[in-house]
């Protein structure tokens, strides 16, 4: 969402706040007094994207998000730390082998314990 400057010019106060584009439109009132905001012009802000590097599986230069991903994803390589889903993958699995040892431990112990009666 895009942050628009706005001034009170009854008190002075000035704000930045998040709109979506749908709303930047609207009239906006100052929180202090209640007046309507007068809308900035300010300069905008640009966020870079990742600064170009080379790939260390291909030696290839990488200068994008959207093709550092695409590496990752067509070498079958994580970004540690930003994409995690793959940790989840066999989650199901992994609680179904927990289980089922589980259970054959109980039923190990409750063996033991009949025999050590018998």
């Known amino acids: 969402m895009p942050l628009y400057d706005y001034l009170c010019e009854k008190c002075d106060e000035r704000v930045e706040i998040f709109l979506t584009l749908a709303k930047c439109g609207e009239p906006q009132y100052c929180d202090v007094c209640d007046n309507k905001l007068k809308k900035l012009i300010s300069a905008t802000a640009i966020i870079s994207d990742i600064q170009p590097y080379k790939s260390h599986v291909t030696g290839k ?3 994008s998000r959207s093709a550092h991903k695409a ?6 390589l994580v970004e540690v730390g930003n994409e995690t889903e793959y940790l ?5 699995n992994v ?4 289980a089922r040892k589980d259970k054959a431990e109980r039923l190990n112990t409750i063996k033991e314990v009949v025999n050590a009666k018998l």
């Open 61 to 63: 230069m990488i200068s």
């Open 95 to 98: 609680k179904k082998e927990r």
């Open 88 to 92: 989840f993958k066999n989650a199901d």
């Open 71 to 76: 590496e990752l994803r067509e070498h079958g």
